[in-house]
Every structure is written in structure tokens, then in C-alpha cells.
């Protein structure tokens, strides 16, 4: 019965009642009773009027919902009247639950979803591996028109070279990210434009007119979003060119999200076959085909081609890797890390409310007794139960889903623009994640809910009556304990996984990479340069960076400057074939080499980085003039171990044919990919000599560097007015960046170490108080029969040392075993690292004894008369 | 003659076979059972209405506002299919426990 209809119900019970009694009154009258006597006697006949209609109310029983707004109203005045029970089980609800929520969002937005492509899991990128190895190496141009003409795996193969593109404007030149792609890109893809139409294959072809197809951002921000674009030509990289297409808002290519402009890639099919490996690719399989016998293709085609072109592909493999993995990438581990993480502190939330729910039950023992003796039903306290910790961890849910919302973009924002994390713009709550909030915090609540509830049923009624609510049984108590130990464990856990993502990033940071990082200005750019001839176009890169040079040189608050074609702290370097003349050149896939850097003139003096012997290179070093090479130490040391290397000479395959040049000096070694690569040999020749379009203008700097910006630009500006900047950025910013992701994962697990001490602090305070509560009586005896409040101290802290201790030992040994999969995260120190497990383990035990500090000094200041008088 | 108390687990037999008359209020049950027990079955009046709506809520009964004989609405209880059914089974019973508990005091 709906409780909306008891009101009426009520209403026809008393007339059917009262239709009861004049029935008999009447009936007495008609047998000659007076009226009065008549009424009297058939109240007296009819027995308890109220009794009567009470027992039959009942009978109506109450349905489920009206009794499960009953117990929510019981429940939320539980709620208000427990006000520190409820926030603190509050406040571990919502931040293992907003926490869960907000790092789960990030996994699945990133690792989890499907790329925005049609039958996105047959997109693949293919690689080629360098003999003996297996780092994924860019495609060879010949290779890469070899297998679009023989493969059977792919419907199509695309090719791409990302670039920055210069846009001239009236003054305003800037330079974007491009990416030159071949004709099948887009509709290997199948995306289409917003507007216009996609590159096709004949742009590609030769003499074919340049057209530009640009993304959203770069036609909002540059074209106001004008649909008149269409047709336009603009000045891309010197050529007038034709815009044919707008790419939609949500179009990216996964792996580089920041692309601006899309321009045919041509590749010509004889220079394709002496080009160098330049290309990233993209492929889709088509139907049916697995990835494993694509994998097999390949690697029978690399073995072919290896036989048919052995000085550019013998010993070279070839592999495919699904694009989503390689858009994730290493991050992949990072975020599953951090999964890992935060559902060890949504473990604790759970065991701390397990526990609160679990103490602060069995104090209710006394009143759960009496209303079972009173004749509540079982279910009914067990129903009851569920609804309270329902109520908790829904709105405990609720929180955290607020918490979410607002932690995920704050999270993402807290993201320098460089980092690493690919998908970002893709980042988001969707349904499915809500979904997985309700889902925990409901399956917590019930587990609550049920768990504490069976404990109170097991209880014998009349036990719980006699102990006058002070019980709580041995069974309890080991499950208290256990949880609390287990919490105690977790956040060890989670604090030897933040100190070991912390100390490793202390060691990265304070990493000498060999040179000044502070002062330094670093501009980066294509040089644009008309497209003539090959010797027109090198002779005027080196006029433009030695006119960039010298005006910018000429500044006051400018102390050195200088070039180079990659600048360090960017992840990557050039790389190519040298060896010394004096011995016989290596085999054809056999060769040795390493990294190239291109620089100009007062590099080393501008970077800081000590010339060990011999002579930087200086204006004398220009075209025409022999040429000449300095080694790093590293490439000092493999090539010349115990000889001097100045005045001998090498072999460089860089500038086609290759040359042979002279080593004039030695420089020391200096981490150039990133702070935690090694020095690996590099050799650096001049910019003059071999004149590169990729520039990286070095500016150190007298004061604040920020206030030398403007002014060289202007100077870039001076010397050729169409010159656009992509980046410019301080050393420091550079260096920044490139640990933005060891910074991150430091941040993010020191947060959640943080947020698990703080629990497992509470769960012990609360562990302990609710053993002192108990245990007051015991005390107050103990204190009148003479022991020292001291001892009294003693006893209550060794029972939170006893479950602290055994807590350290589990989580030594759970961290033992798990933070081996940190192991790939860390800089320098391996995963054992007894210097963080120390630590961490006193740091543990502190809050621990700090969590049972306050409930012992309570237990010395017991009463002992008030204690013996209340019983 | 003198009173007796009913025995447990009896009065929803009574109502049932009295219902089988035809629809009635609860009055008129208590009546009926004191009539046709010629007064003998003493049944306290306030114990009908919690075994009654009881019983509707089983099914073993219906419940209908209609007017009695004297133009005054009164709740008119009724016999289902069910009712009738437990009637049948609780006579039977009646019947074997009667017989049974005969032979015992009276044995032959």
C-alpha cells in the first residue's frame, strides 16, 4: 500500500470501526438496553477500541519504499548527529572516489578510447629498425614506394614529414607546425574537410600546383574563420599558394595534435632511392588481414629489399605497431601507474570507511539490541543499515564526481603546453566514467553496509543487552585491525612510490647536461629561403644566420650568440654515417656514426661548454675554406681512445656526396636529447661549411632574457623581413619541458602518498580512540589501583606501534614486489632504493604514533571515580 | 451456558465459512459466529478487524464500501476464489483434528 493512501486507510478504518459500534449499540437498544447503557456496552464488548485499530494498521504492512524513507530520514539524522563520523568518512569517500574519477577520466580519454577514425584499430604506422636493434626508426624514402607498390597487407600506405612552415604576412610573419603528407593521408584516414577538399594524389605529383589545406585553428586564427579562404593563395614557405581546404575542429592527427598546415609531400621516385630516412607513415590493413602477418610482410620485404639495395638496406628491418599504441606511447605507463596509484587510495578511502562504519556500528550495538528485542525484524536493522551507508556513499560519490569535474581540467591545466601527453584535447568525463563513479560508490555502500550489519546480527540479543553496548567482539576487532594494517600497508605503499618518483626526479633535476642553462635565449625557425638551386639556397642560408649573427651580436645585452640545427633538451638529434680516413670504411650496415650537430661560429663559448683542445670553429670556417669538425669527448674517446684526434681526419656522410674533413677541436660532453640520455659520440660541423635550414639562434643574454626578445626578433626581422619564429623559449623553459613528465608523475603520486598517509592517519586515530573508549573502564581500575598515567600511555601506544609495525613489514613487502613496474619511470635508482624505504617507513611510523598520540593521552586522563561510579 | 475462548488459529476459519452466506460487514461476522454457535463462542469483537484485513491482504477475502439494510455505508467483506479454497482445506483439517483428538479423550 502506497503511503500516500494511509491517510484515507486510516480515515476508513475508524468509520468502518465506529459503522462497528453503533451497529451494536443499535442491536442493544432494539433488545431493550437503554441508549447510554447500550453504547457503554458495546465499547466494553468491542475490548481495546485502540489496541484493536493498532494491531490492525498493522496488518496493512508497510511497503518497501515507505520503509526505505523511513530509514532515510533515520539515516540522515544519524548523519547530522554523527557529525565527525560523517565527515570523515566524507572526506575519504570523496577523495578516493573524485580521485579514481578524475585519473580514470585522463586513462580513458587516452589509453582506452577509440582514435576518432573510421575502423580506427586497422590504423597502423610501420618502422624501420637499424640493424641490431630495436629502436623505430624513420622510413627511407625508396623503401617506402617499395612497399606501397608490393605489399598485400594495407589498403594504402601514407608517408609524412612534419615541419615548421612559414606563413608570410604583411609584417607578421609567422612559422607553424606542418606536415607535409602524400595524396593517400587523407583518405586512408577517411576523414573529410569542414570545407573545400583534402590533398589529393595529383598535388603530389610533379609540377603539380602548391595548395595548403589548413586546420580549424589555424583558419580561426589567422582567416577570422572566413569561408572565402577557399582559393586564396598565401605565401607557404616563399611559394604563393592555393588554400583548397578547413579541416573540421576535431580533426588532429594523434600523434602530432599541433599540426597547422597540411601540404602535399612529393616524393620523387630516382632521388627517393638515395634520400635519407626521413618519414613517419600511416597505414590502414585492410580487411582481415591480422597485424601479425602484416608484421611477417614486412619483415620478409626488409629482407628482400636488404638483398636488392644492401648499401642503403642491408641488415635493416621493417615492423608495424598500431597507431593508438604509438600515439599513447610511453605514456602508456605513466597513466597506468597512476591508475595503479589511485586505486590503492581508493583501497584506503574504502578501508577507512569500512572501518569508521564498522567501529561506529558496534557502538550502536546497544540500540540495534534493544530494537531487536523490541521485535525489529533482522532484515529490517539490515535494511536499515545499507540505507545509512547508501546515503554515505552516494553523496560520498556525489562529492567526488564534483571533485572530478573540477579536478580533470584542473589537472590538464596544470599540463605545461609541451608535455607529452597525447589525445589532450580529447580529454574528458564522458558517461561511461560517471557510470564507474556510481558503480564504486554504490558497490562500496553496499559492501558497508552489509558487512558491519551481519556483525550486529551475529550478536546474541541478550549478549548485547548485558554488555550494555560496550562489546565489540574478537571477530570485529581482528577485521578492524586487519583493515587497519592493510590501510597502514597501502599508503606505504603509495609513499614508496611517490619518494622514488621524487628522488629520482631530485637526481634528473640536479643533472650538470654540461652547459649554462641560465641566460640563454633560444629562437627557433625553418630558414625561408626562395626555392632555386641547391647551391643558391646554401650559400644564402649562410649569409642570412651570419647577418642574423652579427646584428644581433651587436645588441648590448647581448654577451654571445650563436647557431645550432637542434637544440638540446628537445629529444632528438641528427644522426649520421663517420668514420676515420685512416681505416678501411665499414661495411654496408655495419657503419659507425652517431649524432650530428650543425653550429656556428662561438657556440661552445656561447653555451658554456669547455673546449677541451684545438679551437672552436670561427669566421675563417666558411664555404670554399678547408673543412673542418670538432668532436665531443665521448666521440673523442671511441674513435681515438688514447690518441690525439686534432689534425686527423674523417669521413662524414652528411651534405651529399660525403666529405672528408679535419678535427680542429674537442668539446666536453653535454646531454643533448634530454637530461637522461647519455652522452653518446657527436660530431659538430660548421654551420657555414654545411649550411642546414633547421636554426636555432642561441642568444645568451646580460640581464633578464625576457627583455632581449623583442629586440632580436626585430634584428631576425631586419635581416629578412618574411621570416617567420616558431618557438621561442628560454633554456630553462626547454629544460622544463622536457621533464614536464617525471614532474608530473612526482606531483600527482606525492599528492595521492599524501592523501593516503592522511587516511591511514585517521584510520588509526580512529582505530585507537575506539579502543580507548572501550577500554575505559579497564583504565580507570588500572589507574585506582596505583599505575602510573605513563604506563597507562605505554600500553594504548603499543597496541598502535604493534598494528603500525605490522603494517610497515606488509607494505615493505608489497612495495617490494610492486614497484618493480616503476622501475621504467625512474632516473638512476633502482626500485629498491633503501634510502626511500627508510625514510618512508619512519615518516610512516611518526604518523602512526601521531594518529594514536591524542586517544592515549585521553586514556591517562580517565577518571577512575567517575569510571567505577557510572556502572 | 457457559463461554468459551476460542481456540488459536480458529477465528479465520469462522469468518471464512460465515462469509460463505454471502458478503458481509464486520459486525454482522461477529454477530453470525455468536449466533450460530448459540452464543457459545465467545469473540471479542476488537480481534475480527486486525484478522480481517489480514485476510484481504492475503486474498482470502474482498472488501467492498457498500450501504447496509438501514442506508448506512459500511465495509462489506467477501469470499474469493482463494477463500474458498482455504476454507475447503481449513475444514478438512478441522475435521482430522477433531476426529484425532476424539479418539484420544474418548478412547474406544
Request: aromatic share 6%; glycine share 8%.
Amino acid at each position: 500500500m502506497p503511503f500516500w493512501d494511509r491517510r484515507k486507510e486510516n480515515r476508513e478504518l475508524d468509520e468502518e470501526l465506529r459503522f462497528h459500534l453503533e451497529q451494536e449499540a443499535q442491536l442493544r437498544r432494539d433488545r431493550g438496553e437503554s441508549a447510554d447503557a447500550a453504547r457503554l456496552n458495546a465499547r466494553r464488548d468491542f475490548g481495546n477500541l485502540t489496541r484493536a485499530a493498532e494491531v490492525t494498521r498493522q496488518m496493512w504492512g508497510w511497503s518497501a519504499w515507505e520503509r526505505g524513507v523511513q530509514d532515510l530520514r533515520f539515516a540522515l539524522r544519524m548523519m547530522r548527529k554523527n557529525l565527525a563520523f560523517t565527515g570523515l568518512a566524507l572526506v575519504a569517500l570523496t577523495l578516493g572516489i573524485g580521485a579514481t574519477t578524475a585519473i580514470f577520466s585522463v586513462v580513458n580519454s587516452v589509453l582506452l578510447r577509440p582514435l576518432p577514425f573510421p575502423e580506427p584499430d586497422r590504423l597502423m604506422t610501420i618502422w624501420e629498425n637499424p640493424p641490431k636493434s630495436t629502436h623505430n626508426n624513420l622510413v627511407q624514402s625508396g623503401n617506402l614506394l617499395a612497399w606501397r607498390e608490393r605489399n598485400r597487407s594495407f589498403v594504402d600506405i601514407a608517408a609524412m614529414f612534419p615541419m615548421g612552415i612559414n606563413v608570410e604576412g604583411q609584417g607578421d610573419a609567422v612559422q607553424v607546425a606542418g606536415l607535409r603528407v602524400t595524396g593517400s593521408f587523407f583518405p586512408l584516414l577517411g576523414v573529410r574537410p569542414l570545407i573545400g577538399r583534402t590533398i589529393r594524389a595529383e598535388d603530389a605529383a610533379p609540377g603539380a600546383p602548391p595548395v595548403v589545406v589548413l586546420s580549424y585553428g589555424f583558419w580561426q586564427r589567422r582567416f577570422g574563420g572566413h569561408a572565402d579562404v577557399l582559393g586564396q593563395k598565401i605565401p607557404v614557405a616563399t611559394e604563393s599558394t592555393e588554400v583548397i581546404g578547413v579541416m573540421p575542429p576535431d580533426f588532429a592527427f594523434p600523434t602530432l595534435p599541433r599540426t597547422a598546415l597540411f601540404v602535399p609531400l612529393k616524393i620523387d621516385p630516382v632521388q627517393a632511392l638515395r634520400d635519407g630516412r626521413n618519414y613517419s607513415t600511416v597505414a590502414r590493413l585492410r580487411p582481415g588481414v591480422a597485424l601479425g602477418a602484416a608484421r611477417a610482410e614486412m619483415h620478409a620485404m626488409a629482407l628482400q629489399l636488404g638483398i636488392e639495395r644492401p648499401n642503403m638496406d642491408a641488415k635493416w628491418d621493417a615492423t608495424v605497431i598500431p597507431l593508438l599504441e604509438k600515439t599513447v606511447g610511453e605514456t602508456r605507463t605513466t597513466l597506468l601507474v597512476l591508475l595503479g596509484a589511485v586505486f590503492f587510495v581508493l583501497l584506503i578511502a574504502c578501508a577507512n570507511v569500512a572501518n569508521l562504519l564498522l567501529m561506529r556500528n558496534s557502538a550502536r550495538r546497544r540500540e540495534m539490541t534493544v530494537r531487536m528485542a523490541l521485535g525489529a525484524g533482522r532484515w529490517r536493522l539490515l535494511h536499515q543499515l545499507a540505507i545509512e551507508s547508501l546515503l554515505l556513499s552516494v553523496t560520498g560519490g556525489a562529492l567526488g564526481f564534483l571533485l572530478a569535474l573540477w579536478g580533470v581540467p584542473a589537472l590538464v591545466s596544470m599540463l605545461p603546453a609541451e608535455f607529452p601527453l597525447p589525445r589532450m584535447s580529447e580529454i574528458r568525463i564522458d558517461p561511461g566514467v560517471l557510470a564507474f563513479t556510481f558503480l564504486i560508490s554504490l558497490a562500496c555502500g553496499l559492501f558497508f553496509g552489509i558487512f558491519p550489519a551481519m556483525q550486529v546480527n551475529r550478536g546474541q540479543v541478550s549478549d548485547g543487552l548485558r554488555q550494555g553496548g560496550r562489546g565489540g567482539s574478537i571477530a570485529n576487532r581482528a577485521v578492524r585491525h586487519t583493515l587497519v594494517i592493510a590501510e597502514i600497508a597501502l599508503a606505504l605503499l603509495l609513499v614508496v612510490g611517490a619518494g622514488l618518483m621524487l628522488r629520482s626526479f631530485l637526481l634528473l633535476h640536479s643533472v650538470d647536461p654540461g652547459f649554462r642553462t641560465d641566460h640563454l635565449l633560444t629562437f627557433r625557425m625553418v630558414l625561408t629561403t626562395p626555392l632555386t638551386t641547391l647551391e643558391q639556397v646554401t650559400a644564402l642560408r649562410a649569409q642570412r644566420v651570419r647577418q642574423m649573427l652579427e646584428k644581433v651580436r651587436a645588441l648590448p645585452d647581448v654577451s654571445a650568440a650563436s647557431t645550432i640545427h637542434i637544440p638540446p633538451m628537445t629529444g632528438g638529434n641528427s644522426g649520421t654515417d663517420y668514420h676515420r680516413l685512416d681505416r678501411p670504411a665499414p661495411q654496408a650496415g655495419q657503419g659507425t656514426g652517431g649524432a650530428v650537430s650543425v653550429i656556428s661560429d662561438d657556440y661552445f663559448r656561447t653555451m658554456g661548454i669547455p673546449v677541451l683542445a684545438g679551437r672552436e670553429f670561427d669566421a675563417h670556417d666558411r664555404a670554399g675554406a678547408p673543412k673542418v669538425m670538432i668532436l665531443n669527448q665521448a666521440a673523442a674517446d671511441y674513435f681515438y681512445p688514447g690518441e690525439n684526434p686534432l689534425g686527423k681526419r674523417m669521413k662524414v656522410s652528411w651534405g651529399p656526396p660525403p666529405d672528408e674533413m679535419e678535427i680542429v677541436g674537442v668539446a666536453g660532453n653535454i646531454r643533448h636529447d634530454s637530461l637522461d640520455t647519455k652522452p653518446d659520440p657527436c660530431i659538430f660541423l660548421a654551420h657555414a661549411q654545411q649550411p642546414s635550414g633547421f636554426q636555432t639562434l642561441l642568444v645568451r643574454t646580460r640581464g633578464n632574457p625576457q627583455n632581449v626578445i623583442a629586440e632580436v626578433r626585430d634584428q631576425i626581422r631586419a635581416v629578412s623581413p618574411s621570416q617567420g619564429i616558431q618557438e621561442i623559449a628560454t633554456m630553462e623553459n626547454l629544460i622544463g619541458d622536457s621533464i614536464a613528465r617525471p614532474k608530473l608523475e612526482v606531483a600527482i603520486l606525492g599528492l595521492f602518498g599524501f592523501i593516503a598517509l592522511l587516511l591511514a592517519c585517521v584510520g588509526i586515530y580512529a582505530v585507537i580512540s575506539y579502543s580507548v573508549e572501550q577500554r575505559t573502564r579497564e583504565m580507570g581500575i588500572r589507574l585506582a589501583l596505583g599505575a602510573s598515567p605513563g604506563s597507562v600511555l605505554q600500553m594504548v601506544l603499543r597496541e598502535g606501534v604493534l598494528l603500525a609495525a605490522a603494517g610497515i613489514v606488509v607494505g615493505v613487502g608489497a612495495s617490494l614486489l610492486l614497484t618493480k613496474y616503476l622501475a621504467t619511470l625512474l632516473y638512476s635508482i633502482r626500485p629498491t632504493d633503501p634510502l626511500v624505504y627508510a625514510s618512508v617507513s619512519a615518516v610512516l611510523a611518526i604518523a602512526a604514533i601521531a594518529g594514536c598520540l591524542f586517544p592515549a593521552r585521553r586514556a591517562t586522563r580517565v577518571d577512575p571515580a567517575m569510571v567505577l561510579r557510572e556502572e | 451456558m457457559d463461554k468459551i475462548e476460542l481456540l488459536q488459529g480458529t477465528l479465520d476459519m469462522l469468518i471464512l465459512r460465515t462469509l460463505q452466506w454471502g458478503p458481509q460487514h464486520g459486525h454482522g461476522i461477529g454477530v453470525a459466529i455468536r449466533a450460530s454457535s448459540d452464543d457459545a463462542l465467545q469473540v471479542e469483537h476488537g480481534s475480527l478487524y486486525p484478522a480481517l484485513h489480514r485476510m484481504k491482504k492475503q486474498g482470502l477475502i474482498d472488501a467492498e464500501w457498500k450501504l447496509s439494510e438501514n442506508k448506512q455505508r459500511a465495509r462489506y467483506y467477501q469470499l474469493t476464489a482463494k477463500g474458498k479454497k482455504a476454507l475447503a482445506a481449513e475444514e478438512t483439517r478441522w475435521n482430522r483434528m477433531v476426529e484425532a483428538i476424539a479418539r484420544v479423550m474418548k478412547p474406544a
